[in-house]
């Protein structure tokens, strides 16, 4: 096995207070991270429990309680519904964020809509984006710093765009929706927290919510004014695209009402999709770029793979199965820096958890992120090896979950382990990553897992020995 370089250093995550009173105040007056929430213990617990006055939180953090939660018992620990208030000013009744039969029929509405526009379909419209990528980083100055989350976001959000709407998101509507997703992430990470401690009502009322309400309804509108033609066109038989995600869920038939879905039924799907889709994949690739421009090593590494395998002008699907290391590097990523770091979950009914006796109306959280840093499964948790998934079947099961696990398992999985390669590659083909000195990211955990503070990284054309 390779080793990383010989004093790597370890990429910045939030360090843990010393002690659960700490950490409660820390969570309390920031209030806008639950990893500021973590004490040292955390990282090891084997099932955490923290009583506010409100609710009382569990935090399962073994692999067979894990298993319990997201697979096996999965109708007992349904979605917690503070994820849908804070985010249904954006998503309305979506995927998401639902549970039970109204789920379950949206989860059949949209599996077929993935299915097909397969894979391979999208492909040469991710390619299409990762080119007008390498053409606005060209105009990059090599000797700035820039960044790179802005441009991560703007090209998955772009990709999404082209996959599920045949469009091309235009740099103005771009900014405006980027703008309008940070405004929306800060308002609900604060308003989570307020409703955990049970004081959202108070403050929402003194405070008001018009920040949050008026950003949902900005990328609303955004695709709304794109939708609305499409569906009006398919209820009229009218000639539309009928290669996208949004074309085939325009022909699905609701099975109870014989009829298609409603307008406000597909805004919310594509909503959900749009949000889904591109937060989540430019959370991770700007941790990737973050982690290789760390460890200079590695990224050499990185470009001697893909000088060795992308040798034509235009990628293939074949070149980008072959990326190894490119994709290793990816999934640490995804493990240092889940975007997803944590998943909400309430109890339906009285179970017992490691002697803790969990009543409904509890809630229940499952991390990634705690768990892909739990040094009980995790050899030198906090350093990035992408070599650790050289041996994928030395690592325990349940324990490296980026995707989530069970029924509700990411749907998009596949989508994102295609296009993350594709851009990657299209970045370090041309491209050394210099992150600027003494750069500390601003880690948050909130809907996705991002660095406040951006990723300020100067992109060196290869071969340029400044
Ligand atoms: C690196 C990229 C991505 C990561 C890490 C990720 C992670 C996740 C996770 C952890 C869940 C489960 C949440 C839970 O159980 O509470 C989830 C659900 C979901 N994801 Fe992704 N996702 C990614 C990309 C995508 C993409 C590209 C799409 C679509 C284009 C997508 C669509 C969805 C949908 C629809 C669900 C809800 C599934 C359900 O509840 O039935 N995701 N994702």
């Known amino acids: 096995m390779k080793s990383v370089q010989n004093t790597p250093p370890i990429p910045h995550y939030p360090k ?76 309305g009744e979506s995927i998401f964020t639902t549970n ?16 097909m526009v397969r894979i391979s379909k999208v492909f040469d419209l991710m390619l299409d984006a990762a080119n007008d990528m390498r053409q606005r980083l060209a105009a990059y100055d090599p000797t700035e710093y820039h960044d790179l989350d802005r441009e991560m976001t703007f090209t998955t959000a772009d990709i999404i765009f082209r996959t599920i709407l045949s469009e091309k998101l235009t740099e103005e509507e771009g900014e405006k929706i980027v703008e309008a997703f940070i405004t929306y992430q800060e308002e609900s990470a604060r308003l989570g927290m307020l409703k955990l401690f049970g004081i959202d009502g108070l403050v929402t009322r003194i405070r008001g919510d018009k920040k949050r309400q ?16 499409r569906y009006e066109a398919a209820l009229q038989d009218k000639p539309v695209p009928s290669h996208d995600i949004l074309s085939s869920l325009l022909k699905v038939i609701d099975e109870r009402t014989g009829k298609p879905f409603s307008f406000k039924e597909i805004l919310d799907q594509i909503a959900m999709l749009f949000l889904a889709g591109h937060e989540t994949t430019a959370s991770s690739l700007t941790w990737t770029l973050y982690l290789l421009a760390l460890h200079p090593n590695i990224q050499s590494e990185v470009h001697a793979e893909i000088d060795r ?52 109306g509890d809630a229940v959280m499952v991390s990634p992120w705690l768990m892909h840093r739990n040094s009980r499964y995790w050899e030198d948790p906090h350093r990035f090896d992408p070599y650790r998934f050289d041996h994928p079947e030395k690592i325990t099961k349940y ?14 999985a596949r989508f994102a382990m295609q296009e ?16 600027k000195p003494s750069f500390i990211p601003d880690v948050a955990g909130r809907l996705t ?12 054309p290869r071969g340029d020995k400044r």
């Not at 008026?214 to 033609?229: D, M, V």
């Not at 324990?399 to 998009?412: K, N, S």
């Not at 993350?420 to 992150?435: D, M, N, Q, V």
């Open 100 to 115: 039970g039969e109204v789920w379950r029929r949206q989860r059949e509405m949209l599996t077929p809509s993935f299915e």
């Open 16 to 91: 843990p207070v010393s002690s659960k009173i700490s950490a409660f105040m820390t969570l309390f007056k920031k209030n806008r991270s639950w990893l500021n929430g973590l004490y040292e213990k955390s990282y090891t617990m084997k099932m955490g429990e923290v009583r506010l006055p409100t609710v009382t939180i569990y935090l399962p953090n073994e692999p067979d309680l894990i298993h319990r939660v997201l697979v096996s018992e999965a109708k007992d620990f349904p979605k917690n519904p503070i994820l849908h208030d804070v985010l249904e000013p954006l998503l």
């Open 309 to 360: 395998v992308c040798t034509t002008e235009q990628l293939t699907a074949e070149q980008v199965k072959s990326l190894h290391l490119t994709t290793n590097v990816f999934n640490e990523a995804l493990r240092l820096y889940p975007p997803v770091s944590f998943m909400p979950r309430i109890a339906a009914k009285t179970t017992v958890m490691r002697n803790k006796t969990i009543k409904p």
């Open 420 to 435: 993350a390669p594709i851009l990657l590659s299209t970045i370090l083909k041309e491209y050394r990553l210099e992150l």
């Open 214 to 229: 008026q950003s949902g309804e900005t990328i609303r509108n955004t695709l709304a004014k794109i939708i609305k033609p």
């Open 449 to 460: 897992t991002r660095s406040l503070n951006g990723m300020p990284i100067r992109l060196i």
């Open 399 to 412: 324990t490296y979950f980026p995707f989530g696990l069970g029924p509700r398992i990411c749907i998009g």
